[in-house]
């Protein structure tokens, strides 16, 4: 079994719907990150956690917001869904205070109409 | 904001060729990464260089770090077509806990 996944794996939505997707891991790590994929941008940060009570904003957070609703589960939430917040989505996960690996879910393809 | 940038943003080869992609930072860093995306799907890691290292191999992977000049490169060697990918390099920014990436050298290898 992934050690981080995802869903759902693909989503299409109407403008103005309110969208959740989650994330889980086995890893037993306590840092949990949202990133968004846009075609030739990379990655960007939506938000990160470092653990259940620790929640913070990244580089791009207006429009999302998250829940740690245990160490295992991260939530992203598009409260009111717009046409440019269709992207690709990871979550991904790391040990604490390190600066090494993070582990990659397979990724969310959202599509809002 | 980006901390690396990959060159070249595109790079097509034969099977059998050396595949060389650059990144260049901005900040200090404690370690560079790189990363693999087969299209569309999730990122794989390949391989870390500490900043006291210079050089670092794993199988057909050499990735060289000059802190001097902030820039690392990943040499492929002996190309697949199975390394068509994205290639994405990564670093901490500024000593924190938030991994920000290039925008990536998307890779093909012809058969």
């Known amino acids: 079994d992934a050690d981080v996944t995802q869903t759902p794996r693909n989503r299409i939505t109407k403008t103005g719907k309110r969208i959740m997707l989650e994330c889980s891991q086995t890893?037993?790590?306590?840092?949990m990150y949202w990133y968004r994929q846009d075609p030739g941008l990379g990655l960007r940060l939506i938000y990160y956690?470092?653990?259940?009570?620790?929640?913070n904003k990244g580089e791009i957070s207006d429009g999302y917001s998250v829940s740690r609703q245990a160490q295992a589960k991260f939530s992203l939430s598009l409260e009111s869904a717009i046409p440019n917040q269709t992207a690709l989505y990871f979550c991904?996960?790391?040990?604490?205070?390190?600066?090494?690996?993070?582990?990659f879910g397979p990724g969310t393809r959202l599509t809002v109409l | 904001s980006q901390q690396g940038e990959e060159d070249p943003q595109a790079l097509s080869i034969q099977e059998g060729e050396n595949a060389t992609m650059n990144c260049s930072y901005k900040?200090?860093?404690?370690?560079l990464q790189w990363y693999r995306q087969n299209s569309g799907r999730g990122l794989v890691h390949l391989i870390l260089i500490r900043s006291n290292e210079r050089e670092k191999h794993s199988g057909r992977l050499r990735v060289t770090l000059d802190t001097s000049k902030k820039s690392s490169s990943l040499l492929i060697t002996a190309s697949r077509a199975a390394d068509t990918a994205s290639y994405f390099c990564a670093t901490y920014q500024g000593g924190s806990e938030k991994l920000v990436f290039g925008k990536g050298t998307k890779l093909t290898v012809n058969p």
């Open positions: 956690s470092f653990d259940v009570k620790d929640i």
């Open positions: 900040t200090s860093i404690n370690n």
């Open positions: 890893k037993g790590h306590d840092r």
């Open positions: 991904a996960t790391k040990e604490a205070g390190t600066t090494d690996t993070q582990y």
